[in-house]
T-cell receptor
Framework: DSGVTQTPKHLITATGQRVTLRCSPR?????VYWYQQSLDQGLQFLIQ???????AKGNILERFSAQQFPDLHSELNLSSLELGDSALYFC???????????????FGEGSRLTVL | GQSLEQPSEVTAVEGAIVQINCTYQTSGFYGLSWYQQHDGGAPTFLSY??LDGLEETGRFSSFLSRSDSYGYLLLQELQMKDSASYFCAVGTNAGNNRKLIWGLGTSLAVNP
C-alpha cells in the first residue's frame, strides 16, 4: 500500500459526460501528479500540483482540469468525454516540489474510466 | 526533443537473467528511475541512478552511463511473479521544477 488513495476505482459513463476523479496523497506529501495510461501504453503525464498551486503541465487536454485543495487532496475533472478518454488515470505523490532525489513517486491504484 | 527507447517485449524462463535496456535523449538530465507495473496495477518504484555505475537491490540491479545516455535494469534469478511491465523514466530539470519523462514500457514474460 503506497498510501495514495484514489476514488472511484472504476467508472463507466457515456460520451459527452463529465466526471471527477479524486486523489488523497500520502500523509505529508505536498506534490500531486496526474497520469493517464491508455491500453498497453506508457504513462502520459497530465499535470502536477504543489501545495495547492499548479507547477507543471504535460499533455493535458483543454477538456480536462485539475486542482489541489488546502487539505492537499486533488481532483481531476474530465468533461465532454470521448471514447478515446477511456483509460487508467493514476495519481502519484511525492514529498516536495521536485521529484525527490531518489526519483521516487508513490502511485495510487488508479481509476479506470470507461466511456461508452 | 526528449525521447526514451526501451524494448516493447522480453521473454525469459524462470531462474534466468534478463536485461532491459533504456536509451534516452534529453536535456537537463538528473537521473534514471525504473518502475514495475503488474497488469492494471499501480506502478511501483524499483531503483534510481543519478551517477554512472551499478546499483544493486536484491535480485534487481540498475546501471547508468550518462556519457552514453543509456541505462539498463538487470533482473536475476527470475521468478514467475516478475512477469510485469517495466518502465524507465528519465528525470529532467525544467526551470524550477523537475519532471519525469516515461518510456512506453517493456512487457516481461517469465515462463516456467
Amino acid at each position: 500500500d503506497s498510501g495514495v488513495t484514489q476514488t472511484p476505482k472504476h467508472l463507466i459513463t457515456a460520451t459527452g459526460q463529465r466526471v471527477t476523479l479524486r486523489c488523497s496523497p500520502r500523509s505529508g506529501d505536498l506534490s500531486v501528479y496526474w497520469y493517464q495510461q491508455s491500453l498497453d501504453q506508457g504513462l502520459q503525464f497530465l499535470i502536477q500540483y504543489y501545495n495547492g498551486e499548479e507547477r507543471a503541465k504535460g499533455n493535458i487536454l483543454e477538456r480536462f482540469s485539475a486542482q489541489q485543495f488546502p487539505d492537499l487532496h486533488s481532483e481531476l475533472n474530465l468533461s465532454s468525454l470521448e471514447l478515446g478518454d477511456s483509460a487508467l488515470y493514476f495519481c502519484a505523490s511525492s514529498p516536495d516540489i521536485r521529484t525527490p532525489n531518489t526519483g521516487e513517486l508513490f502511485f495510487g491504484e488508479g481509476s479506470r474510466l470507461t466511456v461508452l | 526533443g526528449q525521447s526514451l527507447e526501451q524494448p516493447s517485449e522480453v521473454t525469459a524462463v524462470e531462474g534466468a537473467i534478463v536485461q532491459i535496456n533504456c536509451t534516452y535523449q534529453t536535456s537537463g538530465f538528473y537521473g534514471l528511475s525504473w518502475y514495475q507495473q503488474h497488469d492494471g496495477g499501480a506502478p511501483t518504484f524499483l531503483s534510481y541512478n543519478a551517477l554512472d555505475g551499478l546499483e544493486e537491490t536484491g535480485r534487481f540491479s540498475s546501471f547508468l552511463s550518462r556519457s552514453d545516455s543509456y541505462g539498463y535494469l538487470l533482473l536475476q534469478e527470475l521468478q514467475m511473479k516478475d512477469s510485469a511491465s517495466y518502465f524507465c523514466a528519465v528525470g529532467t530539470n525544467a526551470g524550477n521544477n523537475r519532471k519525469l519523462i516515461w518510456g512506453l514500457g517493456t512487457s516481461l514474460a517469465v515462463n516456467p
